[in-house]
Structures are given as structure tokens and as C-alpha cells.
């Protein structure tokens, strides 16, 4: 009994490593993270299971410190890579590559639209994104994965 409980030992234990890097990546991927561009912020949102259907996009712009359009800071869906730098270029699943002044569409819905100029934005968090300072003041389209 022992024997058969020695020779399987390292498989249970090879086992269980396997299982547990699985869940450490899996879990490491569905995060959101903002991505430094040459000092650009890409805000990528966490995992969505589904999103608002507002119709999102336009010209491809640097708002604030973050990327965006229309003058509104952008939180690109999960899987959103940067491509290139110069000039800066984003891979938008569901849609492709986009550089900065091409048009791109996207959807989603505003996850936080200012009022007024008058109020000082806190933290701000949105698709699993705390929005950078320089961001905030503007208003944030979340969008959707495709």
C-alpha cells in the first residue's frame, strides 16, 4: 500500500502545481492594468462577462495623460495590447489595430460623465481601473468586450 502511495506521490504533487500556475495565470489575465505607452496611459479594463451597448469610438487621441476619443478617456476591453509606440498603436480585440488619428468604433457605455469643472474628481475606479489623476476630470466610456 505504501509503495503505490510513494509512486504516485510526485504525480499528486506535479499535479497540483499545474492546477495551481493555472489558476495564478488565469487569474493574472482577467486583471485590469494600465499600460505606460511612452507616457501614455492605456487603461484596460478587468474582465467583463458583458457591457452597455452605446455606440463608442472616433478619432484615436491622447486625453489628459490616457488614451481616448471625443475628449473622453477611453477603458479599453480586456486584451487590449499596445502594438507600437511611435506612432502609438493599440490592438483592440473585436476590432484590430488602431494608431493614434485613425478612427476606431467600439461598445460600451459612460461609466462616469462630469457635471461640472467645479468638482475634484477622487479616485476613480472603472473596469477594475483606478483612473489616473491626470484622467479623471474627463468623462470615461468603458467599453465592452466584442
Same mark, same amino acid.
Given at each position: 500500500?505504501?509503495?503505490?502511495?510513494?509512486?504516485?506521490?510526485?504525480?499528486?504533487?506535479?499535479?497540483?502545481?499545474?492546477?495551481?500556475?493555472?489558476?495564478?495565470?488565469?487569474?493574472?489575465?482577467?486583471?485590469?492594468?494600465?499600460?505606460?505607452?511612452?507616457?501614455?496611459? &492605456?487603461?484596460?479594463?478587468?474582465?467583463?462577462?458583458?457591457? =452597455? %451597448?452605446? #455606440?463608442?469610438? *472616433?478619432?484615436? @487621441? /491622447?486625453? +489628459?495623460?490616457?488614451?481616448?476619443?471625443?475628449?473622453?478617456?477611453?477603458?479599453?476591453?480586456?486584451?487590449?495590447?499596445?502594438?507600437?509606440?511611435?506612432?502609438?498603436?493599440?490592438?483592440?480585440?473585436?476590432?484590430?489595430?488602431?494608431?493614434?488619428?485613425?478612427?476606431?468604433? &467600439?461598445?460600451?457605455?459612460?461609466?462616469?460623465?462630469?457635471? =461640472? %469643472?467645479? #468638482?475634484?474628481? *477622487?479616485?476613480? @475606479? /472603472?473596469? +477594475?481601473?483606478?483612473?489616473?489623476?491626470?484622467?479623471?476630470?474627463?468623462?470615461?466610456?468603458?467599453?465592452?468586450?466584442?
Amino acid at each position: 500500500m505504501f509503495a503505490a502511495l510513494r509512486r504516485r506521490a510526485p504525480w499528486v504533487i506535479t499535479g497540483v502545481a499545474v492546477v495551481a500556475l493555472v489558476v495564478l495565470f488565469g487569474v493574472r489575465s482577467c486583471s485590469a492594468r494600465i499600460i505606460d505607452a511612452g507616457g501614455v496611459q &492605456v487603461l484596460v479594463a478587468g474582465y467583463q462577462s458583458g457591457g =452597455s %451597448d452605446a #455606440a463608442g469610438g *472616433g478619432t484615436l @487621441e /491622447v486625453v +489628459g495623460d490616457c488614451l481616448g476619443a471625443r475628449g473622453d478617456v477611453y477603458v479599453f476591453p480586456q486584451g487590449t495590447e499596445v502594438v507600437d509606440e511611435d506612432p502609438l498603436t493599440i490592438d483592440i480585440p473585436g476590432f484590430g489595430e488602431v494608431s493614434l488619428g485613425e478612427e476606431f468604433e &467600439v461598445g460600451g457605455g459612460w461609466e462616469v460623465e462630469h457635471s =461640472s %469643472d467645479d #468638482a475634484e474628481p *477622487g479616485p476613480i @475606479e /472603472v473596469g +477594475g481601473v483606478t483612473i489616473p489623476d491626470g484622467c479623471a476630470r474627463y468623462d470615461i466610456f468603458l467599453s465592452a468586450p466584442q
